[in-house]
């Protein structure tokens, strides 16, 4: 998938745990884990946003696009 979810990298970047930013952002850990896997279709971009808040970062930061080799 070109897609990559470096949430986790980010989350031990600011030594803070899934649920703790569950909780700060306002979502399940259910569904943070779910982005976290790649899993996700989708991500609002309010809930991006609360995450790049209490993450100090920048979306950028968090989603990487990745050309595939065929």
Excluded at 22 to 33: F, K
Aim: charged share 30%.
């Amino acid at each position: 998938m070109p897609i990559i979810i470096n949430l986790d990298v980010m989350l031990a970047k600011r030594k803070m745990r899934s649920n703790e930013l569950a909780e700060r952002v306002g979502i399940t850990t259910a569904n943070l884990s779910i982005l976290k896997t790649g899993k996700a279709k989708a991500i609002r971009f309010s809930t991006l946003e609360a995450i790049c808040k209490e993450l100090d970062c920048q979306p950028g930061d968090i989603i990487e696009f990745v050309e595939e080799t065929n």
